[in-house]
């Protein structure tokens, strides 16, 4: 995902070279060529055919999803609770970054470095202990980095926060049981 921009610039390079390169050949080398660009295709063809039969039956999910799901939904809850300054805890940091103006718990730890100790430690533990001891007013919970980590069945995600979307049994977004109410307040779940 993040050499995206070299590959792209190395494929323009590429066909820019072979251009200037067969340009300048003669017949017996043109040849060499096309027989070198024939058996890359070969070997390549069945690594992409894979490539895209996988993303086809299992596809990743786009920016614009997880900027929607993590990021835009959570920012109108905090606007609806009005709050200037407010923290999500999730695994999203991505989506969240791109749209959302609070501040971001990675539980990832791609962008923390105390959390990426924990998780290169197998502290779960302990990545949980220092989660709900910074007290974020969201917490969105998401696949295997929700259930590795033993989020969803930790009691003082059910204790000190409440549910308000559920997309799937591992995938929701939580509210700090104390803002909870003030969103039913407003009418909202």
Same mark, same amino acid.
């Given at each position: $995902?993040?050499?995206?921009?070299?590959?792209?610039?190395?494929?323009?390079?590429?066909?820019?070279?072979?251009?200037?390169?067969?340009?300048?050949?003669?017949?017996?080398?043109?040849?060499? &060529?096309?027989?070198?660009?024939?058996?890359?295709?070969?070997?390549?063809?069945?690594?992409? *055919?894979?490539?895209?039969?996988?993303?086809?039956?299992?596809?990743? &999910?786009?920016?614009?999803? &997880?900027?929607?799901?993590?990021?835009?939904?959570?920012?109108?809850?905090?606007?609806?609770?009005?709050?200037?300054?407010?923290?999500? *805890?999730?695994? %999203?940091?991505?989506?969240?970054?791109?749209?959302? !103006?609070?501040?971001?718990?990675? =539980?990832?730890? =791609?962008?923390?470095?105390?959390?990426?100790?924990?998780?290169?430690?197998?502290?779960?533990?302990?990545?949980? %202990?220092?989660?709900?001891?910074?007290?974020?007013?969201?917490?969105?919970?998401?696949?295997?980095?929700? !259930?590795?980590?033993?989020?969803?069945? !930790?009691?003082?995600?059910? *204790? !000190?926060?409440?549910?308000?979307? $559920?997309?799937?049994?591992?995938?929701?977004?939580?509210?700090? $049981?104390?803002?909870?109410? $003030? =969103?039913?307040?407003?009418?909202?779940?």
């Amino acid at each position: $995902r993040f050499a995206t921009p070299i590959w792209v610039t190395g494929a323009l390079i590429i066909a820019v070279a072979g251009a200037q390169v067969l340009a300048g050949a003669d017949t017996r080398e043109r040849c060499r &060529v096309w027989i070198a660009g024939a058996v890359t295709v070969a070997v390549a063809a069945p690594v992409l *055919a894979h490539s895209a039969l996988t993303f086809r039956a299992d596809p990743t &999910v786009p920016m614009c999803a &997880v900027a929607s799901y993590a990021g835009w939904t959570v920012n109108e809850y905090a606007e609806t609770l009005g709050l200037n300054e407010a923290t999500v *805890a999730t695994p %999203d940091i991505g989506g969240t970054a791109l749209v959302s !103006d609070l501040r971001i718990i990675d =539980l990832g730890g =791609l962008a923390d470095a105390q959390l990426a100790r924990r998780w290169a430690a197998g502290d779960a533990a302990g990545l949980r %202990d220092d989660v709900f001891a910074a007290r974020p007013e969201f917490i969105e919970t998401h696949h295997e980095w929700s !259930d590795t980590a033993g989020l969803i069945d !930790d009691p003082r995600l059910a *204790a !000190d926060y409440v549910e308000i979307v $559920r997309t799937s049994r591992t995938d929701g977004l939580w509210v700090r $049981r104390d803002l909870a109410a $003030r =969103l039913e307040a407003r009418g909202l779940p």
